[in-house]
């Protein structure tokens, strides 16, 4: 089945700095790409929805200079977390919607997701 | 508004029982309706994919039900394994939509 990648799997940061998270589709070209987060035991939060060579697309509430969101190619997304806070520590995953041909049906393959923890 | 809302919140059982997750939905042009399976400090993994057509679906001891008209969805879990506590989400598309609608999940605990 298809594999969507993040790297990295767990980090820890200072207050203050800015973190990037990686989203990978390994074995198919994904032209939108989906950014989440979720505190424990709550539901997924959609963050933003990522689109390859265009601006995302922000959920309301989600600050975009906070959150940069790049998806220069098919099968590359990257998250920015700048100025990280306390309050940013989460778990952050991505997905990729894959070409319909691929799955048959519009569908999305989850990254296992990365754990941020801001001191 | 398309919602999803999925029953129970969370559910306890006991190894080797069998258990249903219900799921329905007001999303509308429907296309699909997905089962996802996501353990603990995981990313959610599919399970099964339905479109309007297919009333039954099924992935090992997972079995996916889908009623189009009354607008309902049920994950059947049958002989469950303490490695199937985790939490499962329905997820709802709709055609010509840029993203999918989540349902909350139900926290399934199996104990031995």
């Known amino acids: 089945g298809a594999v969507v990648s993040q790297h990295p799997s767990r980090v820890i940061c200072k207050s203050g700095t800015s973190v990037k998270i990686e989203c990978r589709s390994l074995?198919?070209?994904?032209?939108?790409m989906f950014w989440y987060r979720q505190f424990p035991k709550q539901s997924l939060m959609l963050m933003a929805t990522?689109?390859?060579?265009?601006?995302?697309?922000?959920e309301q509430g989600v600050e975009k200079d906070k959150f940069l969101i790049n998806h220069a190619s098919l099968t590359l997304s990257t998250l920015t977390v700048t100025s990280a806070h306390p309050e940013d520590s989460s778990f952050y995953i991505c997905?990729?919607?894959?070409?319909?041909?691929?799955?048959?049906?519009?569908?999305?393959?989850f990254g296992p997701g990365t754990r941020l923890l801001v001191l | 508004k398309n919602q999803v809302e999925q029953s129970p919140q969370s559910l306890i059982i006991l190894e080797g029982k069998n258990c249903t997750l219900q799921?329905?939905?007001?999303?509308?042009?429907?296309?699909?309706l997905r089962w996802y399976k996501q353990d603990t400090g995981r990313g959610p993994v599919s399970l099964t994919i339905?479109?309007?057509?297919?009333n039954t679906k099924s992935n090992g001891r997972y079995t996916a039900t889908l009623d189009a008209d009354t607008k309902q969805s049920s994950l059947h879990i049958t002989a469950s394994q303490l490695s199937d506590s985790a939490s499962y989400i329905c997820?709802?598309?709709?055609?010509?939509?840029?993203?999918?609608?989540f349902g909350d999940g139900t926290t399934l605990t199996v104990k031995p």
């Open positions: 997905s990729a919607r894959p070409p319909l041909g691929l799955a048959g049906q519009e569908t999305q393959y």
């Open positions: 074995d198919f070209q994904a032209t939108t």
């Open positions: 990522s689109n390859e060579g265009s601006k995302a697309t922000y």
């Open positions: 799921c329905n939905y007001t999303v509308s042009p429907f296309s699909n």
């Open positions: 339905m479109t309007f057509s297919e």
């Open positions: 997820v709802v598309s709709a055609t010509n939509a840029g993203k999918s609608t």
